[in-house]
Structures are given as structure tokens and as C-alpha cells.
């Protein structure tokens, strides 16, 4: 079974704190993305990664920074924490796209951040 | 308008139903197209892929049809399990996707 693990449930910080949200998943995948989802708004892509230290911004980067040292650990990072970014973050990884075959996204648990 | 739209219900049926969802969307040049289901307080999950031709699995069928661009998902016989929220997911290039706001399902004894 594929297994991504999320270092918290929940998290509650204050504003202007830096936060850290960490990501790892056990079967080699290449691809890690992290979303925040947030009701009538779905999940929303924040940042990709699709090797070591490699990324692509999302959706909706702004206020964010990630990091992928090694291939397992995807790091998203709220340099200083605002209460717009109290929501739930979920992180997701897959093997890359191979021609027509988009191979599925496998989920962690998911943070739930509440910043005040 | 946003790339992906679902009505987001809440559908509620009784036990034993047929019901379905219809999902749109707006790149022309999407490739890959997907249902997920979340559970209340879980993460989403893979439900199934949905074909060009139509797809069966079970008592779920999906269906596509890219001349209207929508994708939708029919439930036959739906069971108190069934009670979830419906996610579509579309893969327009690359390895990124773009998620629908959900439908929710909730089936009544």
C-alpha cells in the first residue's frame, strides 16, 4: 500500500510565526504536490515538485516556499503565517506521466492549519 | 468562470437510488479525466478513470463526452457507504491536475 504520511493533523500558530509542513511518502515517486483545500473553493495546487530539488509553482504560490532535499520529503513552508492561510493542507505524490497515462495521485491525511 | 464545475448538492437519496452527477469543463485540450472521493475529515482517493468510451466499475459507470466537455458519474443502487463528496479531476497537461469543488452525496436509510 502506498503510504504518505503528514507530519500533523492539526496546527495551530500565530500570525507572523514560520510555519513548517512536512511530507513523505514510501514508494519512490517522483512527482509531490501540495494543496489547500477550503470549502466552495475544492483543492487548489500550490506547489509541484518533480525531482530533487526541482519545483514548479501552482495555482496559488503566493505566501508559500517548499523544499524537496530528498526524494521521499516534500516540505511546504508559510514564511510568515497570515489567518488567510488557515485551511486544510494535503499533500499528494504519484509516479510522473508516462505519454496518455496520467498515473493517480496518491493522498496523505491532510494538516489542518488554524492561524491566528 | 473556473476550469472545472460540479454542483456541489448536497444530493440526498434514499438507499436502493440511481443517481447522477455531471461535471464541465473548460480546457478543450484536457487528456485525462478522473473521479475521487473524499470522505468527511479524510483524504481524497481514486475512484476511477473515466474513458473515452464509457467505463464501468460495479455499480459506478462514468462517461465523457469531450464535443459538450463534460464528464459525468452514475450511481446505481446506492448504499449508506456510498455517502461522500464526488471529486472531478481533469488532466489538461503534464503532471498536474485541476479539481472540482465536489459534489456531495448523502444516502438515507
Known amino acids: 500500500d502506498v503510504k504518505v504520511t503528514q507530519s500533523s493533523r492539526y496546527l495551530v500558530k500565530r500570525t507572523g510565526e514560520k510555519v513548517f509542513l512536512e511530507c513523505v511518502q514510501d514508494?519512490?515517486?517522483?512527482?509531490m504536490f501540495w494543496y489547500r483545500q477550503d470549502p466552495g473553493l475544492g483543492l487548489r495546487l500550490i506547489y509541484f515538485?518533480?525531482?530533487?530539488?526541482?519545483?514548479e509553482k501552482g495555482d496559488i504560490p503566493e505566501g508559500y516556499s517548499v523544499s524537496r532535499e530528498k526524494k521521499e520529503r516534500f516540505s511546504l513552508i508559510l514564511e510568515s503565517a497570515s489567518t488567510n492561510q488557515t485551511s486544510m493542507y494535503l499533500c499528494?505524490?504519484?509516479?510522473?506521466?508516462?505519454?496518455?497515462?496520467?498515473?493517480?495521485?496518491?493522498f496523505g491525511p491532510g494538516t489542518r492549519l488554524t492561524v491566528l | 468562470r473556473k476550469e472545472v464545475e460540479q454542483d456541489p448538492g448536497p444530493f440526498n437519496v434514499p438507499e436502493g437510488a440511481t443517481v447522477a452527477f455531471n461535471c464541465t469543463y473548460s480546457?478543450?485540450?484536457?487528456?485525462?479525466f478522473f473521479w475521487y472521493r473524499q470522505d468527511c475529515r479524510k483524504e481524497p482517493k481514486l475512484l476511477m478513470s473515466?474513458?473515452?468510451s464509457g467505463n464501468e466499475d460495479g455499480r459506478f459507470t462514468a462517461q465523457l463526452n469531450r464535443a459538450s466537455q463534460y464528464i459525468s458519474l452514475l450511481i446505481r443502487d446506492s448504499k449508506l457507504s456510498d455517502s461522500a463528496t464526488y471529486l472531478c479531476v481533469v488532466n489538461s497537461a503534464g503532471n498536474m491536475l485541476t479539481f472540482g469543488g465536489g459534489t456531495r452525496l448523502m444516502v438515507k436509510p
Open positions: 514508494m519512490d515517486h517522483e512527482n
Open positions: 499528494a505524490s504519484s509516479f510522473p506521466t508516462t505519454g496518455q497515462l496520467y498515473n493517480e495521485q496518491f
Open positions: 515538485s518533480y525531482d530533487v530539488k526541482m519545483k
Open positions: 480546457n478543450s485540450a484536457s487528456q485525462s
Open positions: 473515466v474513458y473515452s
